[in-house]
């Protein structure tokens, strides 16, 4: 794997979680982790540089794993998309709604499918963070059809 340039125009990219809790079998023992892993791979490979997958040892919202994070293409980010994040990314279906609107262009480019949104997480909290509002705070609070359940801590 090469380093991305940082003026390079960069492609949608699956920020898969495999830290303490994202991708352990002792978690969830139902779950192929290394299959999810490979396949994402093999559909990053398949896409011409379209897409393209990255690992990290923890994401946070470990209460919802497997998290993959789905970040917009260099030109979407520049239209004001941001990444998507997904919890419970457990079995095949999920997998398979990832890579497919990954494939599609992702964040900013295609529409979210309604399935997927299901998946859709608010992002752990900054560092420092004393509250739950603001754009993706929430600590990490599960996000349903609704809208945002729970909430971070306040007031501190």
Do not use: Y
Not at 12 to 41: E, F, M, S, Y
Not at 88 to 104: C, G, P, Q, S
Not at 124 to 143: E, F, H, Q, R, T
């Amino acid at each position: 794997m090469r380093p991305l340039d940082a003026r390079a125009e960069r492609p949608c990219t699956l920020v898969v979680c495999r830290g303490c809790c994202c991708g352990d079998p002792r978690k969830n023992p139902g779950t192929d982790h290394a299959g999810q892993l490979a396949r994402l791979r093999e559909a990053a490979a398949a896409s011409g540089g379209r897409l393209a997958v990255r690992t990290s040892d923890c994401l946070g919202p470990c209460a919802q794993a497997n998290v993959i994070v789905v970040q917009p293409t260099t030109e979407a980010r520049r239209r004001g998309a941001r990444a998507a994040w997904f919890g419970w990314a457990l079995d095949d279906t999920a997998t398979d709604e990832v890579i497919a609107w990954a494939e599609a262009g992702g964040p900013g480019i295609a529409p979210l499918p309604a399935t997927l949104d299901l998946h859709r997480i608010d992002p752990p909290a900054p560092a420092g963070s004393a509250g739950a509002g603001g754009d993706g705070g929430g600590g990490g609070k599960a996000k349903g059809r609704t809208g945002r359940r729970g909430g971070g801590r306040r007031g501190r």
